[in-house]
């Protein structure tokens, strides 16, 4: 009995440390999933921000397009109003679906800086339905629409934790410049 008394200290020093390492894998465990998922969500809500994204950036190149049809913009392809809406329906539905999914997974600053920007798409639809002719009253709205958007990208970039991005706001070239004769 004494042999066991003996070696009663090491075999408790063997159970605790067994325990010690099984709370340490499990901890460790438990911390990556958490990381993975974390992972997962981010990726995502960065897939749904840019579909969100995508499908409110064809409505606003449809409207680019009618409004140079009006007059109203200099954009190289113009498209009439009879034949733009069926399309500005097509994309107003596809949307849809992506802003369903940004209210479900977009953290709230996202949304709301979503809608402010798809506001102002819509108030640019409805100027392009009126049939209205006003190049600066279009120049307003644009601004409005890039502010939208920008505001959108930097609520993204803060929610997903990316560094800044590029504001997109270059002067364009002419619609349709002159090439010299050779």
Same mark, same amino acid.
């Given at each position: +009995?004494? *042999?066991? @008394? ?5 075999? $408790?020093?063997?159970? $605790? ?5 099984? !709370?340490?894998?499990? /901890? ?9 998922? *974390?992972?997962?969500?981010? &990726?995502?809500? !960065? ?6 994204? /995508? ?12 409004? *140079?049809? @009006?007059?109203?913009?200099? %954009?190289? %392809? #113009? ?6 809406? =069926?399309?500005?329906? &097509?994309?107003?539905? *596809?949307?849809? =679906?992506?802003?369903?999914? @940004?209210? +479900? ?16 798409? +819509?108030? +640019? &639809?409805?100027? !392009? /339905? ?15 629409? /890039? ?14 934790? @990316?560094?800044?991005? %590029? ?5 364009? #070239?002419?619609?349709? #410049?002159?090439? =010299?004769?050779?």
């Amino acid at each position: +009995m004494s *042999a066991f @008394l003996q070696q009663l200290p090491a075999l $408790i020093g063997v159970v $605790i440390g067994a325990c010690a390492s099984y !709370l340490v894998v499990v /901890r460790g465990d438990r911390m990556r999933f958490r990381r993975e998922q *974390a992972a997962r969500w981010e &990726e995502r809500r !960065l897939t749904v921000y840019s579909d969100y994204a /995508r499908s409110v950036k064809q409505s606003v190149t449809l409207a680019y397009r009618v409004a *140079a049809e @009006l007059g109203n913009d200099p %954009h190289p %392809h #113009p498209l009439s109003l009879e034949e733009a809406t =069926p399309l500005l329906a &097509e994309v107003t539905v *596809a949307r849809d =679906p992506s802003g369903e999914a @940004l209210l +479900m997974l977009g953290a709230p600053a996202v949304v709301e800086k979503a809608r402010e920007w798809v506001v102002t798409v +819509m108030a +640019m &639809e409805e100027f !392009l /339905r009126d049939g209205t002719q006003d190049p600066r009253a279009w120049q307003a709205l644009l601004e409005r629409q /890039r502010a939208g958007r920008d505001g959108y990208y930097r609520a993204v970039r803060d929610d997903l934790g @990316l560094p800044p991005g %590029h504001a997109a706001r270059r002067p364009l #070239p002419a619609a349709n #410049p002159v090439s =010299p004769q050779r």
